[in-house]
């Protein structure tokens, strides 16, 4: 049974940080692309970061530069460290497994976890 679990998210100000996390577990998760997705109210969800199985990254351009994903893979967790938080970076934010690359319509979903930047 694929199971991936998110955590690290909450409320924070804006300028703050977050670290999320993502435990995976039925996967060999060495060979899966990671990514971080995240969705706001009335907005489409959107590809934030991913991190292929050879350690490739991309970013989306709003978030670039300020947020960086990572994995450990003696743990099976992926991180997305989220610095200098903005209000629009407000979401639902899913983890997501993906064997090599990720890619539409297959892999694997968490259950989201809520950030929050708010005054």
């Known amino acids: 049974q694929v199971q991936l679990v998110e955590s690290g998210g909450g409320l924070v100000q804006p300028g703050g940080s977050l670290r999320l996390s993502c435990a995976a577990s039925g996967i060999v998760f060495r060979l899966y692309a990671m990514g971080w997705y995240r969705q706001a109210p009335g907005k489409q969800r959107e590809l934030v970061a991913s991190?292929?199985?050879?350690?490739?990254?991309n970013y989306a351009d709003s978030v670039k530069g300020r947020f960086t994903i990572s994995r450990d893979n003696a743990k099976n967790t992926v991180y997305l460290q989220m610095n200098s938080l903005k209000s629009e970076d407000t979401a639902v934010y899913y983890c997501n497994a993906d064997l090599f690359t990720v890619k539409p319509g297959t892999g694997y979903w968490g259950q989201g976890t809520q950030v929050t930047v708010s005054s």
């Open positions: 991190i292929n199985s050879g350690g490739s990254t």
